[in-house]
């Protein structure tokens, strides 16, 4: 059976960090390209982060670009978003998704996990 | 970025009625686009990729087309299962964007 799991989400202060994670089974996560989407009233749904199957080449939506890191480790099957210097506007839920290889569609997501950024 | 704007905001149709989605992209995106479906309290779910490929397990009575900037997702006959908020999304250019969403109902 395929799962995803996000958690480590939570209320943090405005400015401070937060790391979540994806741990999934059920597929083949190495041949997977895997991304963060957030999903937020104001902005809807919003892909802030990407990386390829490999590791290599992660990229980030110019809102997050220069506060959030993604990484995977392919030998734990986990996805990680490092998130800092947060900010009032990244409060929302943030679901991992994965597309195989590199067809950047999200054919698979997890339940989402809901980041609150309080002033 | 890609902006991708949907139309309707909402749609309230009866089953066995047809229902049209639009999406439009700010530019061309070739046929790289998906369309996601999304009941309340649950994730997205891939209904379409590259305009038309329908995803494994969506019945038949999806169909996407279009290319460039004028994509069109088709339910053909509604059932009360497919009361959702219906996404696109474009691949074609990094950020992927999502469009707004229609929100299909059942009436």
């Known amino acids: 059976q395929v799962r995803l799991l996000e958690s480590g989400g939570g209320v943090v202060q405005r400015g401070g960090s937060l790391r979540i994670s994806c741990v999934t089974s059920?597929?083949?996560?190495?041949?997977?390209?895997m991304y963060w989407v957030r999903q937020s009233p104001g902005k809807g749904l919003e892909c802030v982060a990407m990386i390829r199957y490999s590791g290599s080449d992660p990229r980030y939506a110019d809102s997050v670009n220069g506060r959030f890191s993604i990484s995977r480790d392919n030998s734990r099957n986990t996805l990680y978003l490092q998130m800092s210097s947060l900010r009032l506007d990244d409060t929302g839920v943030y679901y991992c998704a994965a597309s195989y290889g590199d067809t950047n569609y999200f054919v698979l997501w997890g339940q989402g996990t809901l980041v609150t950024v309080s002033s | 970025e890609v902006v991708l704007t949907q139309s309707p905001a909402t749609l309230s149709l009866s089953p066995g009625d047809r229902a049209t989605l639009s999406c439009k992209a700010s530019q061309s995106i070739d046929i790289f686009l998906g369309w996601y479906q999304q009941k309340p309290g649950q994730s997205p779910r891939l209904v379409i990729s590259d305009a038309s490929d329908r995803a494994t397990g969506i019945p038949a009575r999806f169909s996407g087309s279009g290319s460039g900037t004028d994509f069109t997702l088709t339910i053909s006959s509604l059932e009360p299962e497919d009361s959702a908020i219906y996404f696109c999304q474009q691949r074609n250019n990094w950020p992927f964007t999502l469009g707004g969403g229609t929100k299909v109902e059942i009436k």
């Open positions: 059920g597929f083949d996560f190495g041949t997977y390209g």
